[in-house]
């Protein structure tokens, strides 16, 4: 499998209250494939996650080395608007996080902050992306409904398509369907398996079937470090690094 | 014969569940009792002495000693004053509780401390804020007017709305914030399409506590708002107040008068009710779309 990076990771180093997280990390993540992370909790997987769109606070006690560079520009410049680089990047959460709003104003609170105000334009916004998350039969006629309303299933997608709203490049996934039965995270993975033709995503995960069914590309983490990483039927089929083979087969987990 | 242990803890706990129920329930009778207790004492007092004219009416001539007239002026003058003075605070104090809540690290230095010179602030004497006020009146050269009592009870409720707040402001989840953050918004964007919206109850229970404390209040204005029998026209004329009014009518000999004072905190009395009521059945429609 040849590689067109969209996103390049270049020694990425995150101390969290002066801890180290993340050591060492360099890896480039390719243009629209789903590339899974995976490795035991408290591995690191969510922080370099969320370094990807910069929701690591700076207010809290977070320092970062290294460099993320998406489409070529180091997100971690200071001249980088970290809104710019949150906008090309949707964000799917363990636990869907719907706003305080209707199912409509959620999908679009994202366009509405970046500037469109035409109601007949917005509503093609939302019936676009709330079709492309599949969820626009089960929502068309109460879209003036409170979002919490919503099954949990239901509410990832809300949030896939308030993501997918603001027309990012890149979709991330931070373990999205832990907190879904087994039908709505089916459904959650089709969806993703769909998108890659135009976005490329990024989902973290711990459950390892998850991963083979739906990764073209896996990076392994294991304390803090990036251990092994590759296209995803080599990695399953020959892992070079014995710690890989011990978690694919379930010794470390 | 004794019981076995199991048994005996289950006895235990039964004691003790019904003992802290029964404390429970008489302190709630207490409260409430003493509650209705003043309530009915100026229901019972006052009621009597309540007429339209009270309500609609200026003090004439000689109302003081027990002639015609009402107490429009306070009515008008504590509406006009405390509505200003919460505005005011409000406008003061969301900006606080935003910035100490989502643009410093959570529990930072900076918001303990400002949290603990609100709590410093609360339990300042209202005459204190009074006196403080009519030191920066004289400093300016200016006299006592409707503008000057605005001031100082914003003073006095600002500490209170800002810490009623900031409870429910930090009780904000940070997967709340961070979807936001995630689709391109700004800090500012977050707080008042977000966060403004997922506390809007709080945010009303801490204004309408403010604006009870305020315009409850009669030490503050003593100095700073005057007194007059006039209706409140200008921002620089002194301007009457309710709790004033009650404390000037109790003030005096004439039995008669004492009850118009009565009448007067039912009066009081209702128009905090009111407006409770009428700021809770607005945003009552904005508030079916909160995160539960």
New interface residues.
């Given amino acids: 499998m040849k590689i067109r990076p969209h996103i390049s990771i270049k020694n990425l180093t995150v101390y969290i209250d002066q801890q180290r997280v993340l050591k060492d990390i360099t890896i480039d993540i390719p243009d629209r494939k789903i590339t899974v992370i995976i490795g035991p909790s408290g591995c690191g997987k969510t922080t370099l996650l969320k370094s990807l ?1 910069r ?1 690591l ?1 700076p ?3 977070v320092k970062i080395s290294g460099k993320i560079l998406v489409d070529g520009e180091d997100i971690y410049d200071p001249k980088t608007e970290v ?2 680089i ?2 090309k ?3 799917l ?1 363990q ?1 869907p ?6 199912i409509y ?1 959620n999908v679009a ?2 366009p509405r ?2 500037g469109h105000k035409d109601k007949k334009k917005l509503d093609k916004i939302v019936e676009q992306h709330l079709k492309l998350a599949g969820l626009w039969d089960e929502v068309k006629d109460r879209l003036a409904e ?3 309303r919503l099954s949990v299933g239901q509410q990832q997608r809300l ?1 896939l398509a ?2 997918l709203a ?1 027309e990012p490049e890149i979709i991330l996934g931070d373990e999205p369907t832990s907190a879904l039965d087994p039908q709505s995270s089916q459904n959650v993975e089709r969806r993703l398996a769909e998108l890659k033709k135009d976005y490329t995503v990024v989902v973290v995960t711990h459950i390892l079937r998850q991963a083979k069914r739906i990764a073209d590309y896996i990076a392994f983490l294991y304390l803090g470090e990036l251990v092994e990483h590759g296209p995803a039927e080599e990695v399953f089929a020959n892992p070079v690094d014995p710690r890989t083979r011990a978690y694919l087969t379930g010794e470390i987990s | 014969m004794t019981l076995p242990l199991t048994k005996r803890r289950s006895i235990h706990r039964k004691v003790e569940e019904g003992v802290f129920k029964v404390l429970m329930v008489a302190s709630m009778v207490i409260v409430v009792g003493c509650l209705v207790l003043i309530l009915g004492t100026i229901i019972w007092k006052g009621l009597p002495a309540l007429s339209l004219a009270m309500v609609t009416q200026t003090p004439k001539g000689g109302y003081y000693l027990g002639r015609e007239g009402g107490i429009l002026n306070a009515i008008m003058g504590s509406l006009y004053l405390a509505s200003g003075a919460t505005l005011l605070a409000l406008v003061f104090s969301l900006p606080v509780v935003l910035f100490i809540n989502l ?4 529990n ?1 230095r900076l918001a303990e401390w400002t949290r603990f010179s609100f709590d410093v602030l609360w339990g300042i004497p209202s005459i204190v804020y009074g006196a403080f006020g009519f030191i920066v009146m004289v400093f300016l050269g200016l006299r006592a007017s409707l503008l000057a009592g605005i001031f100082t009870v914003a003073l006095l409720e600002f500490p209170i709305m800002s810490r009623a707040m900031d409870e429910v402001i930090r009780l904000v ?1 940070r ?2 914030l ?9 800090r500012l ?1 977050t707080a008042f ?2 966060v403004v ?2 506390c809007l109850p709080g945010i009303l229970t801490a204004v309408l506590i403010a604006f009870g404390r305020g315009i409850g209040d009669a030490a503050s204005v003593l100095f700073t708002a005057g007194f007059t029998d006039r209706l409140p026209t200008s921002l620089f004329q002194p301007a009457a107040t309710l709790p004033l009014a009650i404390f000037f009518q109790l003030g005096t000999p004439f039995p008669e008068v004492q009850e118009r004072a009565y009448a007067s905190a039912v009066v009081l009395t209702a128009m905090i009710l009111l407006i409770s009521l009428l700021a809770r059945g607005l945003v009552k429609k904005s508030t ?5």
């Fill in positions: 769109n929701l606070d207010l809290d006690d809104t710019h949150r906008k990047m949707g964000l959460s636990r996080q719907a706003l305080p709003m209707s104003d609170y994202g902050i970046h409170p979002a919490w949030c308030r993501g603001v | 643009y410093r690290r959570k930072s989840p997967s709340l961070d979807a936001s953050y995630s689709l391109g918004a700004t964007e399409q977000v919206r997922q079916r779309h909160i995160i539960k």
